[in-house]
């Protein structure tokens, strides 16, 4: 996912950096990832269920960073 990530700037894939980053614990990783994905999606205004669901993985992240 990272290199994925490296090669080409989707959504969709730093989701998965995201969620990559927060099952092997490195929350704080996986809340900059999200916040990139959700600033990226956020250019396109069509995809506001996407949005939300990515918000809500976001908000997960922020939780588990700040325990």
């Known amino acids: ?18 969620q990559s980053y927060y099952v092997n614990g490195m929350y704080r990783e996986a809340v900059a ?4 994905a959700i600033k990226l ?5 069509g995809n506001r269920r996407e949005q939300n669901d990515y918000e809500r993985r976001l908000k997960k992240f922020v939780e588990a960073a700040n325990r």
Do not use: F, H, N, V
């Open 33 to 36: 990832s999200q916040e990139r």
């Open 1 to 18: 996912a990272k290199k994925a990530a490296e090669l080409k700037k989707e959504p969709y894939i730093l989701d998965t950096l995201a």
């Open 41 to 45: 999606l956020k250019l396109d205004p």
